[in-house]
């Protein structure tokens, strides 16, 4: 059965950083996309930063660009966020989704994603 659990979250003060990880079972994350995102209280789940099959192909929201970074370590089945430069707008529940490579990493819709976890908080407050 596959699964995906993420980790990582918690609560940091603006301007720090958090590392969340996303990790798979019952599936090999080398042969999937995957997807972060996030949703805030009251507000629509969002597409964070998608990863494709190198660290190089890769899409980030503009609200995140230059502050997260989304890589994979294949031999470890995980997929990682580093988050820095953390804002209180990015206080939300982080979730992880896996799809196939044929999707394009800028094609940001949710229903393509058939794998997802249950998701880590982030808070970011002062």
């Known amino acids: 059965q596959a699964q995906l659990v993420e980790s990582g979250g918690g609560s940091v003060q603006p301007g720090g950083s958090l590392r969340l990880s996303c990790v798979a079972s019952?599936?090999?994350?080398?042969?999937?996309?995957i997807g972060w995102f996030r949703q805030a209280p009251g507000k629509e789940r969002e597409g964070v930063s998608t990863?494709?099959?190198?660290?190089?192909?890769?899409y980030y929201s503009e609200s995140v660009k230059g502050r997260f970074t989304i890589s994979r370590d294949n031999a470890k089945n995980t997929v990682y966020l580093q988050m820095s430069s953390l804002k209180p707008e990015d206080t939300a529940v982080y979730s992880c989704?896996?799809?196939?490579?044929?999707?394009?990493?800028?094609?940001?819709?949710?229903?393509?994603?058939?794998?997802w976890g249950q998701g880590t908080q982030v808070t970011v407050s002062s």
């Open positions: 990863i494709g099959d190198t660290d190089d192909n890769s």
């Open positions: 989704a896996a799809r196939g490579f044929y999707y394009n990493i800028y094609d940001h819709d949710q229903q393509s994603y058939p794998f």
């Open positions: 019952g599936l090999s994350l080398e042969y999937y996309s």
